[in-house]
């Protein structure tokens, strides 16, 4: 489930991201007062089965049943991995269309909840996340390529560090930056660990935390962040949370 609003008295209208219909809203009748209708399972972090009505005439389906495969509500015990699960929920929920279907996505959420149970949260995982997102939404971020003059050179790239052109969804060298209005840096180690992590598990990421130093590990952050913002319309809730964690803007 991706979220919930109240609706009337009883109901609710929840969001659910579905593996085969993509992203849903559905009337849940009776959803805020009847548990047992729903088990406790219409919640956040749980993977499972939907069974949707089609109404004529109508967006919305009629949730009839909801049986959890996994439930990942444990999260919320950890209040950093809660809000990693929750940054990576509402990335979905945002970026993806009604009714799309997105498996790939679909299967990358649910790696997410499990990475976030088994492992240490770290910003690795988030940074693999965003960038295995930003793929299979046909945003892929350039980072092996000068979005500018095409240069594929990851030496041109990593030099003096290559800048992030978000509207173009990439990196530009230093020789064409120089023509672009300032923007953040990505520095070589930066790049190099973020085309590793895109590349691999999300399970694997956090084994670079010890490795990045922590001035690139800003830098990466700070570089996807930018190129997700392009498809944003306003700021992330669940970010804001997250910099309030950390303690820091
Ligand atoms: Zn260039």
């Known amino acids: 489930m991706l979220g919930s609003v109240a609706y009337g008295e009883a109901d609710r209208i929840v969001t659910l991201f579905s593996r085969d219909l993509g992203k849903v809203s559905a009337l849940g009748r009776a959803a805020s007062k009847s548990r047992t209708r ?66 790939t996505i679909y299967d990358l959420l649910v790696e997410l909840y499990r990475t976030a149970v088994a492992s240490a949260p770290s910003a690795w995982v988030l940074r693999a996340f965003e960038l295995r997102l930003l793929e299979a939404l046909g945003f892929a971020a350039a980072l092996t390529r000068c979005v500018v003059c095409g240069v594929t050179d990851g030496a041109a790239l990593d030099e003096a560090g290559a800048t992030v052109v978000s509207e173009r969804g990439g990196l530009a060298c230093a020789r064409c930056a120089a023509s672009l209005r300032a923007g953040n840096v990505l520095c070589a ?23 990045v130093d ?36």
Do not use: C, K, N, W
């Open 38 to 103: 729903f088990g406790a399972s219409l919640a956040p972090f749980v993977v499972g089965e939907a069974a949707l009505e089609e109404r004529h005439g109508s967006e919305l389906y009629v949730l009839l049943r909801f049986e959890a495969r996994e439930d990942h509500t444990g999260l919320g015990g950890d209040v950093l991995r809660l809000a990693h699960a929750s940054y990576g929920t509402e990335l979905v929920h945002r970026l993806t269309a009604q009714r799309q279907a997105e498996p």
């Open 189 to 211: 180690q930066a790049r190099r660990a973020l085309l590793a992590v895109a590349a691999a598990p999300l399970a694997s990421a956090p084994s670079l935390a010890g490795v």
């Open 214 to 249: 922590a001035g690139a590990t800003t830098r990466a952050r700070e570089a996807m962040h930018a190129l997700i913002a392009e498809h944003l319309t306003a700021p992330l809730r669940s970010l804001e949370f997250i910099r309030q964690l950390r303690g820091q803007p």
